[in-house]
């Protein structure tokens, strides 16, 4: 799922450079005009941050799936499967002297995928926080970026667990304990993220500058308030319900919850790109902003793009890594070991 | 009682630690009132530093411990009566913020009326920097804070003789509770004792900058004297590498 | 069956517990070319076949200080000595900027690094070919069976002596796995005419398509809209405005920059009285009021502002700065002179600087006092 939303946002800025055709300029290559890019802007930290997140999400996943394609090509039918899973699996044998290599790397890499989701989370936020546009120019975007975005992402996984479960019949592979796990996540970020938005808005009165204090009071009370208080009782209010057991555990409560903390999260973004932008330093650029049909038109299609890869990923690849659930599963290791 | 019951002893702390440690506290406070005589602003600023570092010692080590029970951790249950120990510090922070109340202006230039008649800047922060808030609002924050302290370790302690299952689930709820509270607190008494020494700055991330501090402060501090404990055979013998391998991280 | 190559003997087992232990005496048993075949990692097998840790941990770590070494190094290179911009008024090689690329990049090569040598140069993947594949106890391994596969290889290897271990063991479905022979007598190449002939193409189509895009695509419509876009280019006609000009007059009242308003225009009298000459007199100012004099005032003035200048009468002879007139003018009436001019003299204020001007006052004052010495003055 991570890929296949990274490869969707990805599009998005090779769309709005401008001049699409001429993406390759975002890219250090030696050229005639002996011009390199700049690698102090933002905008280059996006590319360099999300084709890296991109390149080591797709290796961390398909090592990950590779004892499970050898696992699928042993059990194919037909000829196609057969030579599509060896050649995915790259003819992988199960030996225990590769497990070794194996876990190890898989160790690694989870290791360096770790601080990679918080540093591009925080170079996307940077887009915003190098401004100097009010609004955006708030030292806490990093740290409420990443929380913000492991909030949707719980959020969205949450969504598709419920439903895999439901169709695969997954119940006893992932159980009510880890969705009631996942919700505790989803409550300890949301309420993070609502930290965030208090810390702004003290910080905006704080700072003495009567523009901070514009900008934020005009998020809450101006043109766009029904925008930002959508988001606020999706993201505060709504995850709230989650410190009540029982709603933790009852599936359909927390579906419909995972739904609006991702509607809240939408809000989130557009508040603070719409707001800051229809009053920021040059007032002939005031508006209200309405979005076209092309504008939904590219949301609606960037949805598209993702449900078709994920709808095609879950039916011919495994959605549970089946090597691992064998390994942790009641008396899968040997009773006597004492290597830990 | 069930066969998982771990039996132990009590272990006495050597003597000398505890002289040694009355020994610093007798130099510190006579130096602190040399310092006060000497060079008084210095020595204000100096027993800020005091006060904020080792208060987040004292509140972070709370915040583990509710983060455990939270959490439902098992492997941090040995040396978690450790942490409990060290936010018991909270008692006596306020001791390290008297020096600065002789005197506030020259450390919080916001509680100088002088400073603020030339400032409007600082003005404007007046309703929220203004020493009476200041001095409520330290006052509340210590006194819930210690409250959460006495009962979550009054409850920890009663388990010890009573094995009682109840009492880990109420501080339980407790540690949910604290965690609000906690934030509220951390993000305050940076912006108070930290933010506040330069009133024209301002930043949204201080709180959790110093959240993150503290939290590295309260690790190093557990991390210190349970090696130290260990090595002398006051914890249990479980205790392997993985332990601290994983509070170091 | 009879001239067959044999590979190994395998033997299968049910539970982790059996595993572990069979591998135990295979190992003490002497055997070093063996493997042990498990769904997932078994734990303590890495211990009951004496494995030593894995070094990949070295190769990360390698590869992560290559990609931070690179990524500094190259934008380095860069920015401070390719084609160094000043870019937001910032040092040229400005660290704090550089380091989410850094990151990024030592995270990257990293992750490939590893990847790649664990599965190409520990493992030797991709390999389909190998014995095992499509065997009975690969299937059973695949799915819930644990395996020891004990090749032909070893130095303690007989086939018969290895099923005994086997059985004692415990072992189900022993058999004798075989390498394939069609496989071992094919010669397999990799670049053959096919191959060759797929490159070429390949590299046909990719230059032609790069060739296109660079030099026709790129201008044609609607991509060489910026190019042709109607604009006012430097230095050119433009029928953009009604004068056909590009560069525009700078609006009425425009000053230059660091330029200060003349506050005694007309008023020699009032310079005279006002002004004060704010230059000290320091060596540099009186070497710059010198210089200033001899470029711009000894050509009619004279070297020593004597009056003979090098214009050889061909011009109105000034007379001479040593007069008792100027003598006893004060510094802000010479300086005014300077700035309009006065009778035949124009004004040199579009030339010289109000420091300047101050300064050559500075050198006219030093030349009046050297024609004109006292005692005093030699001491």
Not at chain 1, 1 to 19: D, E, K, N, Q, S
Not at chain 2, 61 to 69: H, P, Q, R
Not at chain 3, 163 to 170: C, H, V
């Amino acid at each position: 799922m991570t890929i296949f939303a990274v490869m969707c946002a990805g599009i998005f800025p090779l769309i709005h450079v401008g001049r699409p055709w001429l993406d390759a300029y975002l890219t250090p290559y030696p050229n005639q005009h002996s011009l390199w890019v700049n690698f102090t802007s933002p905008l280059l930290w996006d590319v360099f941050a999300v084709s890296t997140y991109f390149t080591v999400s797709f290796i961390f996943w398909y090592v990950g799936l590779i004892p499970d394609f050898a696992t699928l090509r042993d059990k194919a039918v037909t000829k196609i499967k057969k030579v599509v899973y060896s050649v995915l699996s790259l003819g992988w044998r199960h030996s225990n002297r590769h497990w070794q290599h194996y876990e190890m790397v898989y160790l690694i890499l989870a290791g360096f995928a770790t601080p990679l989701v918080l540093s591009v989370h925080t170079i996307v936020s940077f887009d915003f926080a190098v401004s100097i546009v009010p609004g955006w120019h708030t030292t806490i975007f990093p740290p409420y970026f990443v929380a913000g975005a492991v909030f949707s992402g719980f959020a969205m996984v949450q969504n598709v667990l419920i439903v895999v479960r439901k169709i695969f019949n997954y119940e006893h592979i992932i159980t009510l304990d880890t969705l009631e796990k996942m919700n505790k996540i989803m409550l300890l970020t949301g309420s993070l993220v609502g930290y965030a938005y208090a810390m702004e808005f003290f910080i905006a009165w704080y700072s003495g500058s009567p523009i901070e204090l514009f900008t934020f009071v005009n998020r809450a009370f101006g043109d766009y308030a029904w925008a930002y208080w959508i988001m606020i009782s999706c993201n505060l209010l709504l995850p709230q319900l989650f410190w009540f057991k029982k709603l933790r555990r009852t599936i359909p409560v927390m579906f419909i919850i995972s739904i609006f903390v991702n509607v809240g999260m939408w809000f989130e973004r557009f508040v603070i790109i719409v707001t800051s932008l229809s009053r920021d330093f040059l007032p002939s650029s005031w508006a209200y902003y309405k979005p076209t049909i092309v504008d939904f038109g590219m949301l609606i299609g960037s949805f598209g793009l993702f449900f078709t890869l994920v709808l095609l990923f879950t039916k011919f690849m495994p959605v549970v890594s089946i090597a691992e659930v064998k390994a942790v599963i009641k008396g899968a290791q040997p009773s006597h070991h004492e290597d830990k | 009682m069930s066969e998982n019951q771990v039996l132990f002893e009590k272990k006495k702390i050597p003597l000398k630690l505890s002289i040694y440690g009355i020994l610093i506290l007798i130099i510190g406070v006579i130096l602190a009132v040399i310092g006060t005589a000497v060079d008084p602003v210095r020595t204000y600023f100096n027993s800020v530093i005091g006060f904020t570092f080792v208060f987040s010692i004292g509140i972070a080590s709370l915040f583990l411990v509710a983060l455990e029970y939270l959490a439902g951790a098992v492997w941090s249950v040995p040396f978690r009566r450790i942490s409990e120990i060290l936010a018991g510090l909270l008692f006596f922070v306020p001791l390290l913020a008297v020096p600065v109340f002789i005197n506030p202006h020259g450390v919080f230039h916001w509680s100088d009326p002088a400073v603020l008649a030339q400032n409007p800047a600082i003005n404007a922060k007046a309703p929220y920097l203004n020493m009476t808030f200041f001095i409520i609002r330290n006052i509340a924050i210590f006194a819930v804070a210690i409250l959460f302290y006495l009962i979550i370790t009054r409850n920890s302690q009663k388990q010890d003789v009573s094995a009682n299952q109840n009492l880990t689930k109420i501080n339980i709820r407790l540690s949910a509770v604290f965690m609000p509270f906690f934030a509220i607190t951390i993000t305050v008494m940076s912006i108070d004792w930290l933010m506040s020494l330069e009133p024209h700055w301002f930043s949204t991330i201080f709180g959790v900058y110093y959240f993150s501090g503290s939290l590295l402060a309260a690790l190093a501090a557990l991390t210190l004297i349970a090696v130290y404990l260990h090595e002398r055979g006051y914890l249990m013998k479980g205790l392997n590498s993985n332990h601290f391998t994983v509070s170091v991280h | 069956m009879d001239n067959k190559k044999i590979y190994a003997v395998t033997g299968l087992f049910d539970t982790p517990d059996e595993i572990i232990h069979a591998t135990k005496k295979v190992s003490s048993a002497g055997y070093k070319q063996y493997d042990v075949n498990t769904p997932y990692p078994v734990h303590g097998m890495n211990i009951a076949m004496k494995l030593k840790h894995s070094k990949l941990g070295y190769f990360a770590l390698a590869f992560g200080l290559s990609g931070t070494a690179i990524a500094l190094l190259f934008m380095y290179w860069v920015t401070a000595i390719d084609y160094p911009l000043v870019i937001g008024g910032k040092p040229f090689f400005s660290l704090p900027a550089l380091i989410p690329v850094t990151f990024e990049l030592t995270v990257l090569l990293a992750s490939i690094g590893t990847v790649v040598t664990m599965l190409f140069l520990f493992f030797r993947l991709p390999n389909n070919a190998h014995p095992l594949h499509d065997t009975n106890y690969m299937k059973k391994v695949s799915e819930d069976k644990y395996g020891i596969c004990i090749e032909a290889k070893d130095k303690l290897f007989d086939a018969g002596k290895v099923r005994d271990l086997l059985i004692s063991l415990n072992a189900k479905e022993i058999s004798e796995v075989y390498y394939d022979e069609d496989y071992l007598k094919s010669n397999f190449k990799v670049y053959t005419p096919q191959f060759m002939g797929f490159l070429l193409i390949v590299f046909i189509v990719v230059s032609s398509a790069i060739y296109y895009y660079n030099n026709k695509m790129l201008y044609k419509p609607p991509y060489n809209w910026m190019m042709e876009q109607d604009r006012v280019n430097p230095q050119s006609k433009s029928s953009f405005f009604a004068d056909g000009f590009g560069m525009r007059q700078p609006v009425e009242g425009t000053v230059s920059r660091g330029h200060l308003p003349y506050l005694y225009a007309g008023q020699p009298e009032e310079a005279g009285a006002k002004l004060v000459n704010p230059v000290s007199v320091t060596k540099e100012n009186l070497a710059l009021g010198q210089k200033k004099f001899l470029t711009f005032c000894s050509p009619c003035h004279g070297n020593f502002a004597k009056g003979d200048g090098r214009l050889n009468n061909l011009f109105p002879v000034p007379p001479s700065l040593h007069s008792d007139k100027v003598r006893t003018w004060t510094d802000g009436r010479i300086f005014h002179v300077i700035t309009e001019g006065q009778n035949l003299m124009p004004s040199y204020a579009t030339q010289v600087t109000p420091e300047e001007r101050w300064a050559i006052v500075l050198y006219v004052r030093a030349l009046q006092r050297a024609l004109n010495a006292k005692e005093e003055d030699l001491k």
